[in-house]
């Protein structure tokens, strides 16, 4: 009995990262495999959901973070201006 000869090796396409490369191997070892693609495309799908709730939480804090940089930026250029004020008061009353 011969042994059937392996597959060709195709080349992947330049978009096909290593992970994802990685994740295709694991689910698709053999040819039967094929029967659970709608189950690997259901994965897929529910993983790229729970990465866009992630994004748009991301930036919701981002956008809170920033926020509340400029308001305490803010602040802090008031209060250098109180103080160069002070400063400047200062200079006055000593210069006199």
Do not use: N, Q, W
């Not at 992947?12 to 053999?30: A, K, M, Y």
């Not at 930026?73 to 103080?83: H, I, M, R």
Request: proline residues 6%; glycine residues 6%.
């Amino acid at each position: 009995m011969e042994a059937a000869a392996p597959s060709p090796l195709l080349h992947s396409p330049p978009h096909i990262t290593p992970e994802l490369r990685r994740f295709l191997d694991v689910r698709f070892r053999s040819p039967a495999d094929l029967a659970a693609a709608a189950d690997v495309e259901a994965e897929i799908r529910g993983r790229c959901a729970e990465l866009e709730s992630s994004v748009a939480e991301l930036s919701a804090r981002l956008a809170d973070v920033a926020a509340a940089y400029s308001s305490s930026l803010g602040a802090a250029g008031s209060a250098l201006c109180a103080v160069r004020g002070g400063l400047a008061a200062l200079k006055a009353s000593t210069d006199k």
